[in-house]
């Protein structure tokens, strides 16, 4: 599921749902890596201690940058102290030896507006 949005999608359904997807992905394939997504709106560790007892599982967090006003004025190096600031204490705040793999999308440099 690419982007569940809370609160609309609980997180217990969103678990229930990862993981009979990574039960039939495993009934398929021992090396084939899961995705799961956080909830839009949601924590970005709320789903970091149930992947971590998957194997094979991959985190997928999406920084948007687009439908915030606050990055309208931003510079190139607003955006990148933005990504070098927040973002990455987000991210070492989920990576952790025994924990998921992660991917991380950011959208929208808003420089030149």
Same mark, same amino acid.
Request: cysteine-free; hydrophobic content about 40%; charged content about 15%.
């Given at each position: *599921? @690419? !982007?569940?949005?809370? #609160? $609309? %999608? ?10 009979? $997807? ?13 995705? *799961?997504? @956080? ?6 560790? !709320? ?10 599982? %991959? ?24 990504? @070098? =600031?927040?973002?990455?204490? !987000?991210? =070492?705040?989920?990576?952790? #030896?025994?924990? #998921? ?6 959208? $929208?440099?808003?420089? $030149?507006?």
């Amino acid at each position: *599921m @690419n !982007e569940p949005v809370a #609160p $609309g %999608v609980s997180l217990d359904s969103l678990k229930t749902y990862y993981q009979q $997807g990574y039960n039939a992905v495993r009934r398929h394939s021992l090396t084939a890596y899961v995705i *799961m997504s @956080n909830r839009l709106s949601g924590s970005s560790l !709320e789903l970091v201690d149930f992947a971590s007892q998957f194997n094979r599982v %991959v985190l997928d967090m999406h920084y948007y940058a687009l439908f915030d006003s606050k990055f309208d004025s931003y510079t190139v190096q607003d955006n990148i102290d933005y990504v @070098n =600031n927040f973002i990455a204490s !987000e991210i =070492n705040a989920i990576n952790r #030896p025994d924990g #998921p793999l992660t991917f991380v999308g950011v959208n $929208g440099w808003l420089s $030149g507006r």
